[in-house]
């Protein structure tokens, strides 16, 4: 079965029942809004092809029990990935993107140079294969969610940082055709805050949203949003608008040229700044290294221990990012904001410290209006899912890609 193949009415069914649990023929009519010879046909020529199985019957409170229909998932798989500052994710999924294998590596690409990273990628790609007994022409492509920008016609990233330094081993390279080498299939790519987005919109908990945001908050703040069925692009692929919303008109000039941007209070980078200020004013604390060669996860480890003065520096952070995103609602409305990220993945105190930001602001009706979810639906391998599923959208014609 190739998707490709499939006429337009086909693909619209094979589309709802992709991204839906299994649905009946009378639920297909209702979503689609056809009659129920036009659903009929289609769904009969997609089980012929053997595209969409019967799964079952659906409970009735009375009369016959209608079937239910699901794609076959197992026809073809995806391959997402998601480069991060601090480490590589890996998820194999079939077709309706359920997470068949996944793996994170601990490359932290400021660190390993981009042969390294991408011989990782190739061969933990091949040890899923081989634990599923998948053949390699299955795999329809390979999905990259990149931590920085990445120009999605030509595959070529775009000037990356750490803080305010670049990144030069990982910047201006063509990675969509290096991937493309080492795995030996078709590579799409995006930022990995879209690719983020696209999972929880599609597939996560933005079902039925209206209006997603994902930020991710990781070494900088970035941030995924699709509205009305389209991610919302920045008019050169940036990804880091918000990171730059000034929080202090007074504040610290930034390299964008304003002052007081949120990611020099909010990032991992102020916090650990605000740590060593506060433990040299004589704060004490459970991290267990010399202050100069505190790194994040050390900071993540102590936190899981209370330890107060990291708790309090987390916390100052979020009511940083919460002055900024209550901007953010303010201008662009969403109805799922979901926080993800190392900052918010581990645990709550940043997470927790945005919200009560936000309350304070905005009262509790603003929780009536917008979901906040802390963690994609996907944990840690949200934007990797998301990037597995960047390949079926692509390959569908899916115009949330435009
Ligand atoms: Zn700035």
């Not at 690719?195 to 079902?207: F, K, M, Q």
Request: with cysteine; glycine share 10%.
């Amino acid at each position: 079965m190739n998707i490709m193949e499939l006429s337009g009415d086909e693909l619209r069914v094979y589309n709802v029942l992709q991204k839906n649990p299994p649905e009946t023929k009378k639920a297909l009519e209702a979503k689609l809004g056809w009659t129920p010879s036009t659903t009929n046909r289609a769904i009969q020529s997609l089980l012929q092809k053997g595209a969409i199985l019967e799964t079952g019957l659906k409970e009735s409170s009375g009369g016959r029990r209608p079937s239910v229909f699901d794609i076959q998932a197992g026809a073809g798989f995806l391959l997402g990935i998601h480069i991060s500052y601090g480490f590589v994710s890996l998820v194999l999924c079939d077709l309706k993107l359920q997470v068949l294998e996944q793996e994170t590596l601990l490359l932290p690409p400021a660190r390993d140079v981009p042969d390294t990273v991408l011989q990782s990628i190739a061969e933990t790609f091949r040890s899923f294969l081989t634990r599923r007994s998948i053949p390699k022409e299955a795999v329809l492509g390979a999905g990259l969610g990149m931590f920085g920008p990445v120009n999605r016609e030509t595959g070529i990233t775009g000037l990356l940082m750490d803080y305010d330094q670049p990144i030069a081993p990982w910047s201006g390279i063509p990675i969509c055709s290096m991937l493309e080498e080492a795995l030996d299939l078709p590579v799409s790519a995006d930022s990995a805050c879209n690719t983020a987005a696209l999972a929880e919109y599609c597939y996560g908990a933005g079902r039925g949203s209206r209006n997603t945001s994902f930020f991710l908050c990781d070494i900088g703040f970035t941030v995924g949003q699709i509205s009305s069925g389209r991610i919302l692009r920045h008019w050169d692929d940036r990804d880091d608008g918000f990171a730059h919303n000034s929080v202090d008109l007074n504040g610290e000039l930034c390299r964008c040229g304003k002052r007081g941007c949120v990611h020099l209070y909010a990032s991992v980078r102020a916090i650990n700044r605000r740590i060593r200020q506060q433990v040299m004013a004589g704060a004490s604390t459970r991290i267990p290294v010399p202050m100069e060669q505190v790194n994040f996860g050390h900071i993540l480890q102590a936190a899981g221990q209370n330890d107060r003065t990291v708790v309090a520096a987390l916390e100052e952070a979020g009511s940083y990012f919460g002055s900024a995103l209550s901007d953010y609602l303010n201008l662009l409305s969403p109805d799922l904001v979901v926080l993800g990220g190392t900052m918010a993945d581990e645990n709550a105190f940043f997470y927790d410290s945005v919200l009560n930001y936000l309350a304070r602001c905005h009262g509790e009706a603003l929780f009536r209006r917008v979901r906040f979810l802390r963690s994609g639906s996907f944990g840690r391998m949200t934007a990797a899912v998301g990037a597995a599923a960047l390949v079926y959208e692509k390959h569908v014609g899916n115009p949330i890609l435009d």
